[in-house]
């Protein structure tokens, strides 16, 4: 059976930085492709941040430069470093693997002013 359980999420203030993660079991994250999306109410998921499996990595216009996306193929996690944070910044945040469709069940990061 495969898990995705992100963890990190939290109230930080502006500036602040925040580091999620996303665990897997059931599958390997090293041989595909993993994405951070975030999502808004009542608005679109929006991709963040993706990792291929040779390490490559892109990231949404908004994020560059304050964010980071990486892995470590021993503990089977993904992470997502947020600097510089906004109250832009204030989604759900997901893991998402992309082959397989499967979702994580989000981790919530607030930013207040």
């Known amino acids: 059976q495969v898990q995705l359980v992100e963890s990190g999420g939290g109230l930080v203030q502006t500036g602040g930085s925040l580091r999620l993660s996303c665990a897997a079991s059931g599958i390997d994250f090293s041989s595909n492709t993993t994405a951070w999306y975030r999502q808004a109410p009542g608005k679109q998921r929006e991709a963040v941040a993706t990792i291929m499996s040779g390490g490559s990595t892109n990231y949404a216009a908004s994020v560059k430069g304050r964010f980071t996306i990486s892995r470590d193929n021993v503990k089977n996690t993904v992470y997502l470093q947020m600097n510089s944070l906004n109250p832009k910044a204030t989604d759900v945040y997901y893991c998402?693997?992309?082959?397989?469709?499967?979702w994580g069940q989000g981790t919530q990061v607030t930013v207040s002013t």
């Open positions: 998402y693997r992309i082959r397989s469709n499967h």
